[in-house]
């Protein structure tokens, strides 16, 4: 080759002049500098290219006569996207001109994610605009380089709505697809939990949940105050359902109060009309109904519905607080103690009985009282067998009844003392004492049915019975002075 030849190296513009019949000599035009050793090679698109040589360095030389830099293209590689073809075929590479607009669409492979954002290398490049379709497409602009770009992904996310309960989560209201949901359900003064309802947002159609093993959750489960699950993919609308509490006093079997759907007063205490009740279960030290009618109220607890009177129940087993005047026991059978504030009219009381409690006073007009019995100042005493024994307050009062020894009854007026010679007295009125009957008061116009262990034959000289037979139980009426069996 004669004379010289200039070539054009990369950007900014290098001229360069190669000479010498085998092209050995190549000199930088502008800085002089000469390189050595030229290879002669075509690339992909069929142009003619001169790499040359200069110790660790290359340089790509386009021959004079090729093609405009506006004509050469260049390389456009996609990830998680395709290009959309005009044809509608897709491909994730292809060679553009400067300028040219490139439909691409992303293609999250992932179905619990979408298309978030795109990245580019290099970085900077911000030709990339979204199209107005249907089909979620996109317009690049190529740029005077190779350009790979990226489609990144998030995880989907849905509005999760909660009506009557409360949810965290730092993204406000919106639940990434299968993320870690929890909803506690704020149960409102007077209504207890009867359970969820998950519908689809903005209409009546029925959500399954699942917990995480795949199960299929009961949101009418009145126990799952507190609901985990993972979230699903769609827009849903939760909402606690609440209704009235149970406000009726009603007893179990088992002789403590139904709590089922009574309102749960701080955790601890359970209320209801006029009466309150606490659980050793929540924490308290003893099982303990409060009666505190608003008016006056009488219990039968010979009934599980003890105001109503319906039901039967063997035995009432919690402590019991007549805790007004306005409560009035009439019947039952007691196994605990009882805090008599108000009126007992009737009933069998096998633990202690306190009758008032100061500064509280009480009434106790009949009854069977197994325990022992503690009437407190101001408190009145007019009938009842107290087999247990009675302790007095100072200023209290006791008219009537029938009493076993311990009792002070000497010098009330009234009370007189029952005597039986060379006997025990088994029982009275049906009332049994685990070491029998001794030192009995009572008072006068009292009906008594007494059994001993032996034989009775006449009470203050009198021969019992019509025909004056013999007999271990007798039945009398009490006399103003003492009876001698």
């Known amino acids: 080759m004669f004379g010289t030849e200039v070539y054009m190296v990369g950007e900014p513009e290098v001229k360069v002049k190669i000479s010498g019949s085998n092209k ?42 090729a093609p405009d830099p506006s004509e050469v293209k260049h390389t456009l590689t996609l990830n998680d996207a395709v290009i959309v073809k005009d044809d509608g075929s897709t491909a994730t590479t292809g060679k553009y001109k400067e300028g040219v607009t490139v439909k691409i669409k992303p293609q999250i492979n992932d179905s619990k994610k979408v298309f978030s954002r795109w990245s580019i290398d290099p970085n900077g490049f911000e030709a990339i605009v979204p199209n107005d379709d249907t089909e979620g497409t996109y317009t690049l602009t190529m740029p005077g380089y190779n350009l790979s770009v990226r489609a990144e992904s998030t995880y989907r996310s849905y509005p999760l709505t909660v009506v009557g ?52 959750i009961d949101l009418m489960d009145e126990k799952l105050t507190i609901l985990r699950f993972p979230m699903p993919d769609k827009a849903v609308t939760l909402t606690a359902v609440y209704k009235d509490c149970e406000k009726k006093l009603v007893m179990k079997a088992d002789g ?104 509280y006073s009480g009434k106790i007009e009949n009854g069977t009282f197994v325990g022992e019995v503690i009437n407190s100042n101001n408190s009145t005493i007019t009938g009842g067998i107290f087999a247990g024994g009675v302790k007095r307050g100072e200023t209290d009062v006791i008219s009537g009844g029938i009493f076993n020894e311990g009792t002070a009854l000497k010098g009330i ?70 009876t001698s069996c």
């Open 413 to 482: 007026n009234g009370a007189h003392k029952i005597v039986l010679e060379g006997a025990q007295i088994l029982s009275i009125n049906g009332v049994s004492r685990a070491n029998g009957w001794s030192n009995v008061y009572t008072f006068a116009e009292t009906e008594l049915t007494v059994e001993a262990s032996q034989s009775i034959y006449n009470v203050n000289g009198e021969t019992t019975g019509a025909t004056g037979l013999k007999t271990s139980t007798i039945k009398f009426t009490m006399r103003r002075t003492k």
């Open 24 to 65: 050995e000599t190549i000199t930088d035009v502008n800085g002089k500098t000469t390189y050595g050793g030229l290879t002669v090679g075509k690339d992909s698109e069929g142009f003619q290219k001169f790499i040359v040589q200069e110790k660790d360095k290359e340089l790509v030389l386009n021959q004079i006569g």
């Open 256 to 359: 403590t109060p139904d709590l089922t759907h009574v309102y749960k007063e701080n955790g601890r205490r359970y209320v209801g009309d006029g009466w309150w009740y606490f659980s050793v279960e929540d924490g308290s030290e003893v099982n303990a109904l409060y009666l505190s009618p608003d008016e006056l109220t009488e219990y039968d607890f010979a009934h599980t519905d003890p105001i109503g009177k319906t039901g039967t129940l063997e035995a009432v087993n919690c402590i019991i607080v007549e805790y007004n005047t306005n409560a009035t026991i009439v019947g039952g059978t007691f196994a605990e103690e009882v805090d008599n504030r108000g009126t007992i009219q009737n009933g069998t009381f096998k633990g202690k009985v306190y009758n008032g409690d100061t500064p």
């Open 165 to 216: 309960g409360t949810f965290e989560n730092p993204f406000g209201n919106r639940v990434e697809w299968s993320a870690h949901v929890t909803v506690k359900a704020n149960v409102p003064y007077g209504k207890y939990f009867a359970g969820w309802e998950a519908k689809e947002t903005g209409t009546d159609t029925a959500v399954t949940l699942r917990d995480w093993s795949g199960k299929v």
